[in-house]
């Protein structure tokens, strides 16, 4: 419907890290922290921990906590809040780093709390990819050092998700890259 979602860092000085908003449909300057309009929620349904990030599908947005993932579905309004539908994706498969988190066709692809490449298909499960290259996670190296800073992009023109890592002690980079239709 062509609104706008984000998940708020805080709001009038508060933390608000489990609170998201969105905008009117197709009107993307209207609809939050205006007279008449408190276009938000606080999204503690399906947990109290914080929302690190989410991505939007024609379905429904989902939205990513450290160990969960958790699916919100209808039309964005003033009503919202109380007229969608929220499911759980996972209950144990998060995701904090906000830059993985990628739209192909009707899959997400993301790197989980670990840093460890997955997918699902949109209303599916979490489906791991990274066990492809098991032998790379099993090392402590990925899952400890890399895991705070990975970020990937879709190519479009291949048609490939390249997840990249970025360790926190120096410039040297790891990247993965899957054939986004088949994950492989």
């Known amino acids: ?54 991505i939007g599908t024609n379905d429904a947005i989902y939205l990513f906590r450290e160990r969960s993932i958790g699916a919100v579905a209808g039309a964005p309004g003033v009503n919202f809040q109380g007229t969608a539908t929220h499911d759980v994706v996972s209950g144990n498969i998060g995701c904090t780093s906000p830059r993985t988190p990628t739209l192909f066709l009707n899959y997400i692809y993301f790197a989980d709390q670990m840093g460890r490449p997955q997918r699902f298909a949109v209303g599916g499960s979490p489906e791991p990819l990274w066990t492809q290259a098991q032998s790379l996670f099993d090392e402590t190296t990925i899952s400890t050092d890399y895991a705070l800073a990975p970020w990937a992009l879709l190519e479009p023109n291949l048609n490939v998700y390249i997840l990249v ?20």
Do not use: H
Not at 23 to 42: A, I, K, L, M, R
Not at 165 to 184: C, E, Q
């Open 1 to 54: 419907t062509g609104a706008l979602f984000w998940i708020y860092q805080q709001l009038e000085g508060v933390y608000a890290r489990t609170t998201f908003g969105w905008s009117e449909p197709n009107q993307p300057s209207v609809g939050f922290q205006q007279t008449d309009y408190d276009n938000q929620w606080t999204y503690t349904q399906t947990g109290t921990e914080p929302l690190y990030c989410g």
């Open 165 to 184: 890592y970025t360790p926190t002690d120096s410039a040297a980079k790891s990247m993965l890259v899957f054939d986004a239709p088949t994950g492989r």
